[in-house]
Structures are given as structure tokens and as C-alpha cells.
């Protein structure tokens, strides 16, 4: 091992190695192969080797750390051995801990953080993802007493298979754990971090450039008949959602407050852009809301059951129903190929009609108005295609 005299000279150490201190017996300093640094106290106790972190350098200077190894000789020559007594020492912190269990710690943390999130389907995707997989193996225990290793369980299963559920899961691992330090509930470092710990851990995974399965435009006539004949309040959602080429929560939360003199007004914290965006109705949309049957209910929801908010998943298990690999956002894509295809409508009313965010600083100057009657002529359209097969469509009231 090399030898080091002083400050100066530990600045400028770059090559992996542990180093020497000369005037502390078993103090070293170890640098990485990234270059940092941790004070290493090596002893032999019992005639068994142990070493013990003292900290990094700079952050703990020489001084202080011979000063540490010091006082840690000082204890094995008076029969104490010094990482014994860590451990007991972290056993007594972890017994003054208040107790309370993860699952119902991370239940109590989503609640109360649920109000400052944009949208209201982020509550269930949290409460499902750490339900399904991280319940499970730490639910049971307090935050203290989970691990790395707790978290690579967790995480290794689905980490390549299903990466982007895997890295939001790690995310909100690392939000509910250090919530729990920040609460007292825990008092060792944050074992789901990235940032030098898991990324060290688990491999790169190259991004999925998969899109939301769409239908082909020419099949959504045939499953608009389909959806006239479900008079649920699911179905008569789906069908107000694709007759306006809407994300889920955009059409799924729609309230009738949110209506006036036929356009259809999305406040921002339902939109992903975080922008208010107004909606031409076309007359089947005004025909849907005419027929939806608890319209009178003093509930300001268009569509619910008795009152009560329907499930972020409910269009979604209906149309798995009719169409297993279809998913609700991809007839946004249908809405827009149709367009392509099919009409003269120009594709910046097209995307205006979408919500979708001009990155064109030149573009954006230019399409600041809002094109309300060409979007409306472009959603009359689209509405007239969608219902062409329906017997029971009227284009009137």
C-alpha cells in the first residue's frame, strides 16, 4: 500500500488504492476507481481483521480522522471492539424508532401528497404499483428495517421485462423511504436511491420506443355500433372520449360545469400540458350528453355511478372486453390518421384538436388562436364518421 505524509499530497491521490496514514496505526484512505475517497480504520480484534468506515475526504480532514483512529485504539486496547459497538448503538436507535409498518406509512404519505399532483389517476397508479409489488415483500416492515437487497427483490423481477413500470416504482420507493427519515421512522441512508447505489446494482436498459396500441380508423365505426348497444356509464364514457379524441381522465372526469354553449372546457390540472383546453362538441357529443340517463343528479360529474367518480381503469377493462389489445389512448391516433387519410382538414387543426404542444417557437406565433370553427367543422366530421354505422345515430337531437 502507499504511504501518505500529509493534506496536500491526499488531494492530489487519483490512482485506486488504499493509502497509508504514518502516526495513526490502521488508518487508511481508500480511493475508488471514480476517484472518491473514504477513510478506512483497519484493526484486528480477537485475532479477527475488521475495518470501519470514518467518512469521506475532504469532508472528514486528516486531522479528524487520526484523531478518530485514535480514539477507536483506544477502545481496543481497553477489550472494546469498536464495530460491536456500532451495532449495538444502531439496534438502540432503531428500538427508539416510533413503529408504524411500510404499507400503512405509504398509504398515509400518498394521501397526503395526492392533493399537489396534476392529475387524479396518480393516487390509484401509486397505491396499485407498490400493492402489486412492493407490498408484498416490505409491507410488513417498518421503514427501518428495509434494505438494499429488499429493494432488488422488489425491483429485479420486472427491471428489463417491464422497465418503465420498474423505474416509476423505484421513484416512488425513493419518495415514500425518504419521506419515512424526514418523519424520523428511519435513521440509515435511503437504500432505493439512483444516483450512486442502485445504478451500480442494476443494469442499463435501453428505452422502449412502443407506442399506445391503436385501432385502425376504419374498425371504430363498428365498435361505436357496438358501444350504442352498453348503455353503461363505462361505455357512454368510451364513447364521448373517442368521438373527442381525449386522454382517459381528460373525458372519463368530464363535468358538466365544464360545458357551455357547446364547447367543452378542460381545465389545466386535468391536462398534460397543464393548460386549458377547450373542446367543440360535434352533435353526437351533445347527443350522448341529451341521453346519459343521470344527467339530473345533483353530482356535477357527466359520468358516474350514483354519484360516485368511476375508476381510472373502467373504459379500459370494457374495451378489453370488445378489443384485448387496444387501449383507449391510441384512438387518439385514430382520430389522427383519419384525418391524414381521409379528409382536407389541415394537420394544424388537427393537432390543435389533440392538445399536442407546438416545440416550433415560429409555428406556435403563428397558431396562437385558438381555431375554434375549424376545429369544430374538423370534430362535426369526425363524429359524423364515427356514428355512420349506428341505426340509432340521429343528427339531431
Known amino acids: 500500500m502507499a504511504n501518505s505524509t500529509d493534506s496536500r499530497t491526499l488531494y492530489k491521490l487519483t490512482k485506486p488504492c488504499r493509502y497509508t496514514i504514518p502516526a495513526a496505526k490502521g488508518l487508511h484512505l481508500w480511493v475508488t476507481k471514480k476517484n472518491k475517497k473514504y477513510w478506512i480504520y483497519r ?5 479477527q481483521r475488521f475495518d470501519i468506515s470514518l467518512g469521506t475526504f475532504p469532508e472528514i480532514p486528516l486531522n479528524e480522522a487520526r484523531t478518530k483512529a485514535i480514539q477507536l485504539r483506544a477502545k481496543i486496547i481497553n477489550d472494546i471492539n469498536p464495530r460491536d459497538e456500532r451495532i449495538e448503538a444502531k439496534e438502540d436507535i432503531k ?7 411500510f404499507e400503512k406509512f405509504s398509504q398515509e404519505f400518498i394521501a397526503r401528497m395526492s392533493p399537489k399532483w396534476r392529475s387524479t389517476k396518480s393516487e390509484s397508479q401509486w397505491l396499485s404499483s407498490l400493492s402489486v409489488h412492493a407490498f408484498p415483500l416490505i409491507g410488513k416492515l417498518s421503514p427501518e428495517e428495509i434494505t438494499t ?15 418503465v413500470t420498474a423505474t416509476k416504482l423505484r421513484g416512488r420507493l425513493e419518495r415514500v423511504i425518504s419521506a419515512s427519515i424526514t418523519n424520523g421512522l428511519r435513521s440509515s441512508t435511503n437504500p432505493a436511491i439512483w444516483k450512486g447505489h442502485l445504478e451500480n446494482l442494476l443494469p442499463w436498459v435501453k428505452a422502449s420506443q412502443s407506442h399506445h396500441a391503436a385501432m385502425s380508423y376504419k374498425e371504430v365505426p363498428a365498435l361505436m355500433e357496438e358501444l350504442q348497444r352498453n348503455t353503461s356509464q363505462s361505455s357512454l364514457a368510451l364513447q364521448f372520449t373517442i368521438l373527442n379524441a381525449l386522454r382517459t381522465s381528460e373525458g372519463l372526469f368530464a363535468r358538466k360545469s365544464e360545458i357551455d354553449s357547446g364547447i367543452f ?100 406565433a403563428y397558431r ?20 355512420s354505422t349506428c341505426t340509432t345515430y340521429s343528427s339531431t337531437v
Open 43 to 47: 484493526y484486528t480484534f480477537h485475532g
Open 95 to 101: 428500538k427508539s424508532l416510533p413503529k408504524i409498518k
Open 149 to 163: 437487497q429488499h429493494i432488488l427483490d422488489i425491483l429485479t423481477p420486472i427491471w428489463t421485462s417491464k422497465h
Open 265 to 364: 372546457t378542460i381545465p389545466a390540472n386535468r391536462m398534460k400540458g397543464n393548460q386549458e383546453h377547450q373542446v367543440p362538441l360535434s352533435q353526437p357529443s351533445l347527443n350522448l350528453i341529451a341521453r346519459l340517463p343521470n344527467l339530473n343528479l345533483t353530482t356535477d360529474l357527466l359520468f358516474h355511478n350514483n354519484g360516485k367518480r368511476l375508476s381510472n381503469m373502467s373504459m379500459l377493462m370494457l374495451l378489453r372486453r370488445i378489443e384485448p389489445n387496444i387501449t383507449v389512448h391510441g384512438f387518439r391516433s385514430s382520430f389522427r390518421d383519419w384525418v391524414a387519410e381521409e379528409t382536407n382538414h389541415s394537420p394544424e387543426v388537427a393537432e390543435m384538436a389533440l392538445a399536442h404542444k407546438i416545440t416550433n417557437k415560429v409555428e406556435a
Open 368 to 387: 396562437r388562436g385558438k381555431l375554434i370553427e375549424r376545429r369544430r367543422a374538423l370534430m362535426e366530421d369526425w363524429g359524423d364518421y364515427c356514428m
